[in-house]
């Protein structure tokens, strides 16, 4: 073992776990770790549309005003009608009519602990927020999990400040549905999308998964700094032309 | 060589936690059919031997993984660790590393007493060998996958490696 092992910690919050990983820890990365779960539980109870009480879900039920909110509600509603615009309508605060903001809150939440551990002192960490990972530094090397062959690797990806998101039915079924027909997402078993921040890289895999994979690797394969990998419920793999190494069966 | 015991322990555990999950009738009984990681491995490979199969093993399910910097050449060694008594009988397994990279993993001993044993054995044991493998093999360290749920962690290769580093 030439260098040390990152310091890890794991939180339960939002209905899922975060992961973090940092290599590079300094006198102040358990408080920084510390103010970061407490923002965390912070954004699960404003945000969540599961908790009746939370700001997101009293707002929705026109019980609270936008402006009684905290700032980061209209902020956070922003961002989503802006990926909504910039995906054709593929992405939606509203996707079982009523408002939830989660396609955006998760990765959202991820880039903002990356950026507590940044401003912390830290420029070699990793922070997954059940599946959707941000690096600082590196090379880290992440693994993208196979949808077909549960526990299995479809591949790894190895790089610096990478932003790593995947959208599929493997873990929770068809949940995903194109806002734009109502009808679940199946043309994918899953979608992976690498960019450079999480918070646009998640939005995006949610709203291309909904596309399908044709649509999902023009669009994807039009912007500048994302790659894919789309693995198809056949087993078959199709990328982007940029995307990072191998990723044949 | 510390972590590697350590990384023996928790195997074991989890594959008594798996057993543990799964109804069981009778008393449990102690297999001597050794279950591999390795699929191609014969599993009439003797138990309790010093094993040194070569880094060829290291592939696992990760086929499609990026090529990793090539491995140093790097000792390979047989890590076996003590059997853990569990209520359906013992469970010992044996870990083979190519340096710090787990290459293989046997089940030496494993509860296999009445019909049932053996059918939840020779399905589970692999699987879980081979989760071992595919997120150890390879290196990794974070995972992209489908979003789980709280529940779905506990499953999940992420959560396999943060145990893993605890």
Same mark, same amino acid.
């Given at each position: 073992?030439?260098?040390?092992?990152?310091?890890?910690?794991?939180?339960?919050?939002?209905?899922?776990?975060?992961?973090?990983?940092?290599?590079?820890?300094?006198?102040?990365?358990?408080?920084?770790?510390?103010?970061?779960?407490?923002?965390?539980?912070?954004?699960?109870? %404003?945000?969540? *549309?599961? @908790? $009746?009480?939370?700001?997101?879900?009293? +707002?929705?039920?026109?019980? &609270? !005003?936008?402006?009684?909110?905290?700032?980061?509600?209209?902020?956070?509603?922003?961002?989503?009608?802006?990926?909504?615009?910039?995906?054709?309508?593929?992405?939606?605060?509203?996707?079982?009519?009523?408002?939830?903001?989660?396609?955006?809150?998760?990765?959202?939440?991820?880039?903002?602990?990356?950026?507590?551990?940044?401003?912390?002192?830290?420029?070699?960490?990793?922070?997954?927020?059940?599946?959707?990972?941000?690096?600082?530094?590196?090379?880290?090397?992440?693994? %993208?999990?196979? *949808?077909? @062959? $549960?526990?299995?690797?479809?591949?790894? +990806?190895?790089?610096?400040? &990478? !932003?790593?998101?995947?959208?599929?039915?493997?873990?929770?079924?068809?949940?995903?549905?194109?806002?734009?027909?109502?009808?679940?997402?199946?043309?994918?078993?899953?979608?992976?999308?690498?960019?450079?921040?999480?918070?646009?890289?998640?939005?995006?895999?949610?709203?291309?998964?909904?596309?399908?994979?044709?649509?999902?690797?023009?669009?994807?394969?039009?912007?500048?700094?994302?790659?894919?990998?789309?693995?198809?419920?056949?087993?078959?793999?199709?990328?982007?032309?940029?995307?990072?190494?191998?990723?044949?069966? | 060589?510390?972590?590697?015991?350590?990384?023996?322990?928790?195997?074991?555990?989890?594959?008594?936690?798996?057993?543990?999950?799964?109804?069981?009738?009778?008393?449990?009984?102690?297999?001597?059919?050794?279950?591999?990681?390795?699929?191609?491995?014969?599993?009439?490979?003797?138990?309790?031997?010093?094993?040194?199969?070569?880094?060829?093993?290291?592939?696992?399910?990760?086929?499609?993984?990026?090529?990793?910097?090539?491995?140093?050449?790097?000792?390979?060694?047989?890590?076996?660790?003590?059997?853990?008594?569990?209520?359906?009988?013992?469970?010992?397994?044996?870990?083979?590393?190519?340096?710090?990279?787990?290459?293989?993993?046997?089940?030496?001993?494993?509860?296999?007493?009445?019909?049932?044993?053996?059918?939840?054995?020779?399905?589970?044991?692999?699987?879980?060998?081979?989760?071992?493998?595919?997120?150890?093999?390879?290196?990794?360290?974070?995972?992209?996958?489908?979003?789980?749920?709280?529940?779905?962690?506990?499953?999940?290769?992420?959560?396999?490696?943060?145990?893993?580093?605890?």
């Amino acid at each position: 073992m030439s260098a040390a092992q990152p310091l890890r910690h794991t939180e339960h919050v939002m209905g899922t776990v975060f992961s973090f990983a940092v290599r590079d820890p300094g006198p102040g990365t358990a408080a920084a770790l510390e103010r970061i779960t407490a923002r965390l539980h912070r954004i699960d109870a %404003v945000f969540s *549309p599961y @908790r $009746p009480d939370s700001q997101v879900s009293r +707002l929705g039920r026109g019980e &609270l !005003a936008l402006d009684a909110c905290d700032l980061e509600v209209a902020e956070v509603l922003r961002q989503c009608r802006r990926v909504a615009e910039e995906t054709g309508g593929h992405f939606t605060d509203h996707p079982a009519g009523r408002l939830d903001p989660s396609g955006w809150v998760k990765g959202w939440a991820v880039e903002e602990a990356s950026r507590e551990l940044r401003a912390a002192g830290s420029v070699q960490h990793c922070v997954s927020g059940g599946g959707d990972v941000q690096t600082v530094g590196g090379p880290w090397r992440v693994g %993208v999990a196979d *949808p077909l @062959r $549960p526990g299995a690797l479809a591949t790894v +990806l190895t790089g610096h400040d &990478l !932003a790593v998101a995947t959208s599929g039915t493997a873990e929770r079924g068809a949940h995903i549905h194109d806002p734009r027909t109502g009808r679940p997402a199946t043309g994918l078993a899953s979608l992976t999308l690498v960019g450079s921040r999480i918070a646009d890289t998640d939005a995006y895999a949610t709203a291309a998964f909904a596309m399908g994979p044709d649509r999902a690797l023009a669009w994807i394969a039009a912007r500048p700094g994302l790659e894919a990998l789309a693995i198809l419920p056949t087993g078959e793999r199709r990328t982007t032309p940029g995307f990072p190494g191998p990723a044949a069966a | 060589m510390r972590r590697a015991v350590v990384t023996a322990a928790a195997t074991t555990a989890g594959v008594v936690l798996l057993l543990s999950l799964k109804p069981h009738t009778g008393q449990g009984g102690a297999a001597t059919r050794p279950i591999s990681s390795d699929p191609g491995a014969a599993a009439a490979e003797p138990p309790s031997t010093a094993s040194t199969a070569g880094p060829s093993a290291a592939a696992g399910p990760s086929s499609g993984a990026a090529p990793s910097s090539a491995a140093p050449a790097t000792a390979t060694r047989s890590i076996t660790g003590d059997a853990a008594d569990t209520r359906y009988g013992p469970v010992q397994v044996k870990v083979t590393l190519a340096g710090a990279r787990i290459t293989r993993i046997d089940v030496l001993r494993y509860p296999n007493d009445s019909g049932r044993d053996r059918s939840i054995s020779g399905y589970a044991l692999p699987q879980l060998n081979q989760e071992a493998i595919a997120a150890q093999s390879a290196d990794i360290d974070v995972v992209s996958g489908a979003s789980y749920t709280s529940d779905g962690y506990t499953r999940s290769l992420q959560s396999a490696l943060d145990k893993a580093h605890a």
